[in-house]
Nanobody, 127 residues
Framework: QVQLVESGGGLVQAGGSLRLSCAAS????????MGWFRQAPGKERDFVAS??????NKYYADAVKGRFTISRDNAKVYLQMNSLKPEDTAVYYC??????????????????????WGQGTQVTVSS
């Protein structure tokens, strides 16, 4: 059974930083693309960032480009979030999907491209 577990969320002031982590088990994690999405109350789940299994190719949402960085190692995927804004407040989810050893494409920006999801971690940015 595949499990994704996020951690690192919390309350931070605007301008601050947080680092989210996502640990995967139950599949050959390192062979698959990973993504981060977020969902604010009353809104749809939005794409944040995705990373290829190689760790080389990445995509970012325009809203976070230049402030957030996605990375990975053999065990986890990370989301470093700097210069946080109140509008970044949301539950953040990591996801795993696509075929093994596949090239990252624009479809990685779509939630439907992912097979497995974590339970989410709350990020709250105060003004």
């Amino acid at each position: 059974q595949v499990q994704l577990v996020e951690s690192g969320g919390g309350l931070v002031q605007a301008g601050g930083s947080l680092r989210l982590s996502c640990a995967a088990s139950g599949r050959t994690f390192s062979s698959y693309a990973m993504g981060w999405f977020r969902q604010a109350p009353g809104k749809e789940r939005d794409f944040v960032a995705s990373i290829e299994w190689t760790g080389t190719n990445k995509y970012y949402a325009d809203a976070v480009k230049g402030r957030f960085t996605i990375s990975r190692d053999n065990a986890k995927v990370y989301l470093q979030m700097n210069s946080l804004k109140p509008e970044d407040t949301a539950v953040y989810y990591c996801a795993s999907g696509g075929g093994p050893y596949s090239r990252l494409t624009l479809s990685s920006r779509q939630a439907g491209s992912y097979d497995y999801w974590g339970q989410g971690t709350q990020v709250t940015v105060s003004s």
